[in-house]
């Protein structure tokens, strides 16, 4: 059963230790820097979303734990003008895949 809050999951160890697999993931990836808040600005919130894998048969296989932005309180015009992620579709992924072996190139 997967937690409805933070603090239910802070009950449970298989939460805590995929929170803190989550956030040691994020710090060595270098996502983000600290940097002074300007004067007048107010930082995006986080919160965590909770998802057990399963195997085959049923039972549970890992815990997840991702920290996203809550990008849905920001104002576009105002807060922000544009947004970008850099997203691949499956299709391309596997278009390019396919093309390299049939090349022999290397990729990287």
């Known amino acids: 059963q997967k937690p409805k809050s933070f603090k239910e999951a802070l ?18 990836n270098d996502t983000w820097s600290l940097v002074d808040l300007p004067r007048g600005k107010h930082p995006i919130g986080c919160k965590w979303i909770y998802k057990a894998k399963h195997k085959t048969d049923d039972s549970i296989s ?7 932005a809550k990008g849905y ?36």
């Not at 805590?16 to 993931?25: D, G, S």
């Not at 576009?76 to 093309?99: D, M, N, P, Q, R």
């Open 11 to 28: 009950q449970h160890h298989c939460w805590k230790e995929a929170m803190h697999h989550e956030l040691a993931a994020l710090e060595s």
């Open 62 to 68: 890992r815990y997840k734990a991702h920290l996203v």
């Open 73 to 108: 309180t920001q104002t576009k015009g105002l807060k922000y003008f544009e947004t970008f992620s850099l997203v691949v579709k499956i299709t391309t992924a596997h278009f390019i895949l396919s093309l390299a072996s049939a090349k022999g190139w290397f990729l990287h």
